[in-house]
Every structure is written in structure tokens, then in C-alpha cells.
């Protein structure tokens, strides 16, 4: 157990909302990452942070933005949701024990209508 | 493109055998691959990775085989459990930057 829990778990929303996510972390990791998952696609990095205000892109990040203003939290947020954004959305940090283990969250399911 | 790739999406095997999951990866710009275990509604978990450099790491029932002439990697679980029934991602660490890329992974079943 990483320390890792994200919030909502689940959320429902329409298309054209702006949504935010929440990642939060106990354990002052420096690396923390968004992924999602989809059918067929496996996990595709959208953004990671590899400090407070250091972010970068990932592979999917159309659509989407990051803040990270504390060490423990690591916002997404998708600026006006379209139905292509409905995933499966998981936060994840890199590990003290290695510097390539990534250790990830529960998990927040997104539906957008 | 898809960097790294796993051809079956999905596997059945008995009690007590052998698991073989596979994994195939496009090119030598990765140092680490890793191997993640994920239940229903549950985040990936971590199960065993294997540095660029080695052929085989074993941890328990579970090793992982490195084949880097052919870019494949195999992921074997002896016995197989029931609670080994899972979706399976492989994953495989870029040298420069860092990042993990997954493949679509692999649903396992084992039947009692």
C-alpha cells in the first residue's frame, strides 16, 4: 500500500463540464503520475509531475491539465469533458525502493454523457 | 504504434499448471519491464519486473523470462491459483525519461 487515494471514485457527468480529480499521496513521493485505461489500449500516460509546480506531458495529454501545488496532491483536469474522456482514471507514484516501480491508486471511473 | 504488445487478450488455465503470459516490445530503448497484476475495480499492483540486462528473475511462483534477441518477455506462474485470475499488463520502462509503457493486457482465469 502506497498511500494513495483518489478522489471521487466514481463520477457522471455531461459533456462540456469541467471535471477534477484528486490524487493524493502520504508518503512525500516526488514522482506521481495520471494514467488511463481503456479496452484495448491498456494504461497511456496522460501527464506526470516530478515536483511541486514541474510538470510535463504525457502520451494522451490532449484535453487535459495538471497542478501539483503540494507535494501530496496531483490534480487532473479536463477542461470541458467530451464522451471520449469517459475512462477509467489512475493516479500513480513512483516508489522509494527502486527508481522504476510505479505504485498506483484505486482508480476513478469517469462516465461522460 | 504500439510499443509493446500483448496478442492475447485472453488465457484459461487449470489448477495447478502452468501460466504462460507473453509480451512483445518494438525496440531496445527500454532498461526495466515490469509486470502488473489488476483485479476488478482495484489499481494495478505490482508483481515482479526484470532489468534489461538479466534473461530471468523469479520471485516465488512467479518468473519472468527476457528474450531480447526475439523483444519478448514471458511472465510464468507455477501453480496457478484461482486467486491468480486477473488481468495481467506488461510494461516496459523507457531508458530516456523514465516513462512506463503498457500493453493492452492479458485477462487470466484459472479454474478450480
Known amino acids: 500500500d502506497a498511500g494513495i487515494t483518489q478522489s471521487p471514485r466514481h463520477k457522471v457527468t455531461e459533456t462540456g463540464t469541467p471535471v477534477t480529480l484528486r490524487c493524493h499521496q502520504t508518503?512525500?513521493?516526488?514522482?506521481m503520475y495520471w494514467y488511463r485505461q481503456d479496452p484495448g489500449h491498456g494504461l497511456r500516460l496522460i501527464h506526470y509531475?516530478?515536483?511541486?509546480?514541474?510538470?510535463d506531458k504525457g502520451e494522451v495529454s490532449d484535453g487535459y491539465s495538471v497542478s501539483r501545488s503540494k507535494t501530496e496532491d496531483f490534480l487532473l483536469t479536463l477542461e470541458s469533458a467530451t464522451s471520449s474522456q469517459t475512462s477509467v482514471y489512475f493516479c500513480?507514484?513512483?516508489?522509494?525502493?527502486?527508481?522504476?516501480?510505479?505504485?498506483f491508486g484505486p482508480g476513478t471511473r469517469l462516465t461522460v454523457t | 504504434d504500439q510499443q509493446v504488445k500483448q496478442n492475447s487478450p485472453s488465457l484459461s488455465v487449470q489448477e495447478g499448471r502452468i501460466s504462460i503470459l507473453n509480451c512483445d516490445y518494438t525496440?531496445?530503448?527500454?532498461?526495466?519491464f515490469l509486470w502488473y497484476k489488476k483485479y476488478p475495480a482495484e489499481g494495478p499492483t505490482f508483481l515482479i519486473s526484470?532489468?534489461?540486462?538479466?534473461d530471468k528473475n523469479e520471485d516465488g511462483r512467479f518468473t519472468v523470462f527476457l528474450n531480447k534477441s526475439a523483444k519478448h518477455l514471458s511472465l510464468h506462474i507455477v501453480p496457478s491459483q484461482p486467486g491468480d485470475s486477473a488481468v495481467y499488463f506488461c510494461?516496459?520502462?523507457?531508458?530516456?525519461?523514465?516513462?512506463?509503457?503498457f500493453g493492452q493486457g492479458t485477462e487470466l482465469s484459472v479454474k478450480p
Open positions: 510494461a516496459a520502462r523507457k531508458r530516456q525519461g523514465g516513462k512506463l509503457i
Open positions: 526484470i532489468s534489461s540486462i538479466k
Open positions: 525496440n531496445s530503448m527500454f532498461d526495466y
Open positions: 508518503e512525500n513521493h516526488r514522482y
Open positions: 500513480a507514484i513512483r516508489g522509494d525502493r527502486t527508481f522504476y516501480e510505479q505504485y
Open positions: 509531475s516530478y515536483g511541486v509546480k514541474d510538470t
